[in-house]
């Protein structure tokens, strides 16, 4: 589904990743080393050299926003540039039960941004991701502010989203995380991706 090669920014790489469809591979190794840099290369967001394809198709081939919509990148702080929660979402109402699932009440979507802790940042920024129905998520510690509970809910739809056949790549350096969730691991160390 997903073919990586050759792909090299700054101190990263070149790094080769095969992501085939409903599996999850954890990226794994010490801050700074280059894990987030792999993501938003493969998202496009930022210049890279080397080759990715979705399918077999280039995402050269396709504008970055079509791109970015079959391949989306969740950071471990999402952007936000409204006031409130809703307007986030292209249609809130298809969004609400993900919403929901990750604990969050239907009423958040009127809930101004400032109010959000960093947990439901993180979990609204996953469903936001998720109600495009990409075939690949490219997630950077998705977990990282969310309580065990939370942590749970979002595993649990983690999992959903494999069965339905997504791909996911997911920054954690939560190990258990990674061997509940992982079928493979890349480690990234000093900018040097190896299979794990």
């Not at 702080?77 to 929660?85: I, L, N």
């Not at 502010?145 to 056949?165: F, S």
Request: charged residues 20%; contains cysteine; glycine residues 8%.
């Amino acid at each position: 589904m997903l073919t990586v090669r050759g792909l090299a920014r700054l101190a990263l790489g070149p790094a080769d990743v095969d992501l085939d469809s409903g599996q999850c591979i954890a990226v794994t190794g010490p801050s700074g080393a280059g894990k987030t840099l792999l993501l938003r290369a493969i998202a496009d967001l930022d210049p890279a050299e080397g080759e990715v394809l979705l399918d077999g198709v280039s995402r050269n081939a396709m504008p970055a926003p079509d791109w970015r919509a079959r391949v989306t990148y969740v950071p471990a702080e999402a952007g936000w540039w409204e006031e409130t929660v809703r307007p986030h979402f292209p249609r809130w109402q298809d969004a609400l039960p993900l919403v929901e699932r990750f604990q969050l009440p239907a009423s958040c979507g009127e809930w101004p941004i400032t109010r959000l802790s960093t947990g439901e940042r993180q979990r609204l920024a996953l469903a936001r991701a998720m109600v495009q129905s990409p075939r690949v998520l490219l997630l950077d510690e998705p977990t990282s502010g969310l309580d065990p509970d939370a942590t749970v809910a979002v595993e649990t739809e983690l999992q959903t989203q494999l069965a339905a056949g997504v791909g996911i790549l997911m920054v954690t350096h939560d190990a258990a995380q990674a061997d509940r969730l992982a079928q493979a691991r890349l480690r990234i160390d000093g900018g040097r991706v190896t299979v794990a």
